[in-house]
């Protein structure tokens, strides 16, 4: 018999997927850097950018509690890139929506203070 609880939120799945975004993203792993291309309302977006010219990700951190458009138009800007070329590269908390490869569209509205990274791919 164990003394442990049971475990109310396995988040081992989404840990190894949020590690395994960082360790292929060279903007995450290299000092450089952060710009406010937004201070909110209700979305805060920030870009991590690389001091070796690694591409650019950018946040969008959803401050409020209700849901709030894709500041799309501002992505486009802020990553030099078409709304074609923007990916979401941050994993999904279990049990949220998402498409085939488990993250959010770009084009989704961002939930009560749900965070997103993006990057733009190239052509």
Do not use: H
Request: aromatic residues 4%; contains cysteine; glycine residues 6%.
């Amino acid at each position: 018999l164990s003394d442990r609880e049971p475990v109310a939120c396995d988040l081992t799945d989404f840990i190894a997927a949020t590690n395994a975004m960082k360790a292929a993203t060279p903007a995450l792993n290299e000092e450089g850097p952060i710009d406010v291309i937004s201070p909110g309302d209700p979305v805060v977006q920030l870009r991590k950018r690389s001091e070796r010219a690694a591409a650019p990700v950018l946040a969008w951190i959803q401050t409020g509690e209700g849901m709030a458009e894709a500041p799309l138009a501002a992505a486009e800007r802020a990553l030099e890139a078409p709304q074609e070329r923007l990916q979401v590269i941050s994993p999904r908390f279990p049990g949220a929506s998402s498409d085939a490869s488990g993250r959010a569209p770009c084009t989704e509205p961002l939930g009560p203070f749900e965070m997103r990274i993006l990057r733009a791919y190239p052509d």
